[in-house]
């Protein structure tokens, strides 16, 4: 069974670089059929999509937050990334990776809370 | 920008009773290409939905989507225990990809 995981520090100062990885257990993130997104939520709030990637690296961002967001893929070790630059308190949020086909998130990872504090 | 305002913000409903939660854009939804998710307390959102109306894997046949355009609805016919949750709709047929803020479907 597909199982995506967040990790990362919990903990990033104002100004600083963001950094979560997500790793993929149950199957490949190199299938041809699936996109890889990164998903935020702020505490309280709604629903917002970051970006996704495919395996070839091919990548799509919201432009909300083109200038500071960058998604990689490594897919030899069957994970992908997020950085988001210079971060403010309106960052704090619970951030979700998730496969995505045809835009469609129906596999999610728990959500990892990250808190922009100095 | 496609935006999603979904209505009522919170619906109070017993069980057994019928859910119709409502999900408007602010232009023409490509394809019908809508979907819904149900999310609980700290967990994760579930696909519901999608493409309006067609049912995700392992999702009961009470939940129900339909629309189109500009106007979409869930209907959970009849409501269990479990359903009581925050159900948002989004749309994946433009760019970027948009959530509705959330209706929160409570207990009566």
């Known amino acids: 069974q597909l199982q995506l995981q967040e990790s990362g520090p919990g903990l990033v100062k104002p100004s600083e670089t963001l950094s979560l990885t997500c790793t993929v257990s149950?199957?490949?993130?190199?299938?041809?059929?699936?996109?890889w997104g990164w998903i935020r939520q702020p505490p309280g709030k709604g629903l917002e999509w970051i970006g996704s990637?495919?395996?070839?690296?091919?990548?799509y961002y919201n432009p909300s937050f083109k200038s500071r967001v960058t998604i990689s893929v490594d897919t030899s070790k069957n994970q992908f990334s997020l950085k988001l630059s210079s971060v403010t308190a309106a960052d704090t949020a619970v951030y979700y990776c998730?496969?995505?086909?045809?835009?469609?998130?129906?596999?999610w990872g728990q959500g990892t809370l990250v808190t922009v504090s100095s | 920008e496609i935006v999603l305002t979904q209505s009522p913000g919170t619906l109070s409903l017993s069980p057994g009773e019928r859910a119709t939660l409502s999900c408007r854009a602010s232009q023409s939804v490509t394809s019908s290409y809508l979907a819904w998710y149900q999310q609980k307390p700290g967990q994760a959102p579930r696909l519901l939905i999608y493409?309006?109306?067609s049912r995700a894997t392992g999702i009961p046949d009470r939940f129900s989507g339909s629309g189109s355009g500009t106007d979409f609805t869930l209907t959970i016919s009849r409501l269990e225990p479990e359903d009581f949750a925050v159900y948002y709709c989004q749309q994946y047929g433009s760019s970027p990809r948009t959530f509705g803020q959330g209706t929160k479907v409570e207990i009566k």
């Open positions: 998730a496969k995505a086909k045809a835009s469609l998130l129906d596999h």
């Open positions: 990637i495919y395996y070839s690296g091919n990548t």
């Open positions: 149950g199957g490949s993130i190199s299938s041809s059929s699936y996109y």
């Open positions: 493409g309006a109306s």
